[in-house]
């Protein structure tokens, strides 16, 4: 009679696959295929990333320009706040004249008469002013609105700056120009100036001997532009 064997060997487990079992007990999932997506056209999304930048970069440049021109202006009114000669025409309403120190050669036609005591804002000095006090008849400092040399190369080096940042833009430079002429008669007087210099060198381009084969409508603007004759009237006028 044959006997039943109960031993086990491990040769007999090796051969069994273990992921037979996996499969078995755990249920497989089906496999999805990806969605196939469809972008847009490459030269489409191009040019439109191209004008989305100009476009960005375009108005950086403009809102740079405006900060800029807004500190020019300010420090323009900084300086006609701050210099007593930059400040509004005309004397005050009442000029009442003293003595103070710098009177002292008042007699003998030796003193120095105050170009600030005649201005609106007066002299804040009073009588230890250095310089006189007293009426010199018509004296031609009395009517005289220069500031210091400081003030005045400030000035024309914010007018320069200014005149930087409008340069594409002629009759957004007239109107800055117009609002700069109203706050003191200097920068009227010194605005009429490069007007008067834009005009000459306008002229002087306009009779430059003419290169052969050129006609007359082809020199176009060589004349002053009918926004800065404008300009011009606008600035006599205040």
Same mark, same amino acid.
């Given at each position: 009679?044959?006997k =039943?064997s109960n031993s086990?060997s491990?040769?007999s487990?090796? %051969?069994v %696959?273990? !992921?037979?079992?996996?499969d078995f007990?755990?249920?497989q999932?089906?496999?999805l295929?990806?969605?196939?997506v469809?972008w847009?056209d490459?030269?489409?999304?191009t040019?439109?990333? /191209? /004008? $989305?930048t100009?476009h960005?970069?375009?108005s *950086?440049?403009e809102?740079?320009?405006m ?10 009114r900084?300086?006609?706040? $701050?210099?007593? *000669?930059?400040?509004e025409?005309?004397?005050p309403?009442?000029?009442?004249y003293g003595w ?6 008042h007699?003998?036609g030796k +003193? ?6 005649? #201005?609106?804002?007066? +002299?804040?000095?009073a ?7 007293l @009426?010199?008849? @018509?004296d031609? =400092?009395?009517?005289?609105? =220069?500031?210091?040399?400081a003030? =005045?190369?400030?000035?024309k080096?914010?007018?320069?700056? *200014?005149?930087d ?9 007239q109107q800055?120009y117009?609002?700069?002429a ?5 920068m009227k007087?010194?605005?009429?100036g490069?007007l008067?210099?834009e005009?000459t060198e /306008? /002229?002087? !381009?306009? #009779?430059?001997p003419?290169p052969?084969?050129?006609?007359d409508?082809?020199?176009k603007g $060589?004349a002053? !532009? ?11 006028s205040?």
């Open positions: 009679m044959l =039943r086990w491990a040769s487990s090796s %051969d %696959d273990p !992921s037979s079992v996996d007990l755990v249920p999932q089906p496999q295929r990806p969605e196939h469809v847009h490459s030269s489409e999304t040019s439109e990333s /191209a /004008a $989305s100009a960005g970069r375009v *950086m440049e809102k740079i320009r900060e800029k021109v807004a500190a020019v202006q300010a420090k323009i900084e300086l006609t706040q $701050s210099d007593p *000669m930059l400040g025409d005309g004397p309403p009442e000029i009442v103070s120190q710098g009177s002292a050669n007699d003998n +003193c120095t008469p105050c170009i600030h005591f005649t #201005t609106r804002a007066g +002299c804040k000095h009588e230890a002013c250095r310089f006189c006090h @009426e010199h008849g @018509e031609a =400092r009395r009517g005289r609105h =220069r500031p210091c040399k003030t =005045r190369n400030q000035c080096q914010l007018l320069a700056q *200014m005149n940042l409008y340069k594409d833009d002629p009759e957004q430079k800055a117009l609002k700069l109203q706050q003191s008669p200097y007087s010194l605005l009429k490069v008067d210099s005009d /306008a /002229a002087a !381009s306009s #009779t430059a003419r052969p084969g050129l006609q409508e082809d020199r $060589s002053p !532009s009918q926004g800065r004759k404008n300009g011009r009237k606008n600035l006599i205040l």
